[in-house]
């Protein structure tokens, strides 16, 4: 699979990666609390708040993950014109995030506000406008891709299905050149035509090409690279891991996760360090590999949670 000190060095290195993010941004909101009665007025749990916090999701949460590993990320999308777009930008700033976010007043930033007590989820609350970006809107997003192409050695499309990535976002990305890593929503499939590769979960792989459940795990790959033209795909599996497929071969590498409290985010760390390391230098399979540790972490963690290098770097001590 991977030796330890080759791990190491692809972990000390990543801090090389320079890349671009697009997609939907999201602001994570979470109000922590006890829970010790039931509500008189309906058979729910009462939640007292205790404190509450903000956390970048989304495709700013990918950005945050590179960002964690002490690499270059440079986020693009949209936020509305509205207090959570203040508290986005300076949640980024905070991080050292670059940034270059188009303001559309017909479209909040979008907010998902998620209610936890003893360690577990209760409720989440979404608010969001998931309308087909204006003319103007899309052209402003395109002039800033265009303006940091340059600076960037790779491309992570963070696809929430919030109406950001559009036919003619992906044309400009593909027409770079540039290696493309997708993080994909089944109803943008055809968007994602001769990009570098898809790292669908399961559930999203089967929907992506509308695949009976009995279908096996290869044949989805083998219709998702062949319908798109791609040369690999990276299917996560949950507590079964990942499957880096590619045409001729099959790698199963199995679950890193010793607990798993919250699967938020784990996507977008995957994503996040699978093109960080491949950027460097790093093979497929050793790429897809650390990315899986970093997965392992986060899921053993409450709430959007990033890796760093010291933690990363002891996942293989």
């Known amino acids: 699979m991977i030796q330890?000190?080759?791990?190491?060095?692809?972990?000390?290195?990543?801090?090389?990666?320079?890349?671009?993010?697009?997609?939907?941004?999201?602001?994570?909101?979470?109000?922590?609390?006890?829970?010790?009665?039931?509500?008189?007025?309906?058979?729910?749990?009462?939640?007292?708040?205790?404190?509450?916090?903000y956390n970048l999701g989304g495709a700013s949460n990918v950005a945050n993950n590179i960002a964690s590993l002490n690499a270059e990320a440079i986020l693009i999308g949209v936020v509305g014109k509205d207090e959570n777009a203040k508290i986005l930008k300076n949640l980024l700033e905070e991080k050292n995030i670059k940034y270059a976010l188009v303001e559309d007043k017909e479209r909040p930033t979008?907010?998902?506000?998620?209610?936890?007590?003893?360690s577990q989820q209760l409720l989440r609350i979404d608010r969001e406008n998931k309308a087909k970006l204006s003319k103007e809107i899309e052209e402003e997003i395109i002039k800033n891709i265009k303006n940091v192409l340059d600076k960037v050695d790779s491309i992570i499309v963070s696809d929430y299905g919030k109406g950001v990535i559009t036919q003619n976002i992906m044309d400009l990305l593909v027409s770079s050149g540039k290696m493309i890593f997708v993080d994909p929503k089944p109803s943008n499939f055809m968007l994602y035509k001769n990009t570098t590769i898809l790292t669908p979960n399961r559930k999203e792989a089967y929907e992506l090409v509308k695949a009976d459940k009995e279908e096996s795990l290869e044949n989805v790959a083998k219709k998702i690279m062949e319908n798109l033209n791609l040369q690999?795909?990276?299917?996560?599996?949950?507590?079964?891991?990942?499957?880096?497929?590619?045409?001729?071969?099959?790698?199963?590498?199995?679950?890193?996760?010793?607990?798993?409290?919250?699967?938020?985010?784990?996507?977008?760390?995957?994503?996040?360090?699978?093109?960080?390391?491949?950027?460097?230098?790093?093979?497929?399979?050793?790429?897809?590999?650390?990315?899986?540790?970093?997965?392992?972490?986060?899921?053993?963690?409450?709430?959007?949670?990033?890796?760093?290098?010291?933690?990363?770097?002891?996942?293989?001590?």
């Open 232 to 317: 690999r795909v990276l299917i996560t599996l949950s507590s079964e891991g990942m499957a880096l497929f590619e045409k001729d071969k099959v790698i199963k590498i199995p679950a890193k996760a010793k607990k798993v409290y919250d699967v938020t985010g784990a996507g977008d760390t995957v994503i996040s360090v699978l093109s960080m390391a491949k950027s460097i230098g790093a093979s497929w399979e050793e790429s897809a590999i650390i990315a899986n540790y970093a997965a392992g972490y986060v899921v053993g963690e409450i709430g959007t949670a990033t890796v760093t290098e010291d933690i990363l770097t002891s996942l293989f001590s």
């Open 110 to 118: 979008i907010e998902k506000t998620r209610i936890i007590a003893v």
């Open 4 to 53: 330890k000190e080759r791990a190491l060095e692809i972990i000390s290195n990543l801090k090389k990666a320079k890349i671009l993010v697009i997609g939907d941004i999201i602001l994570d909101k979470y109000l922590w609390g006890n829970v010790e009665r039931i509500s008189p007025e309906a058979p729910v749990p009462v939640v007292e708040v205790i404190k509450e916090n």
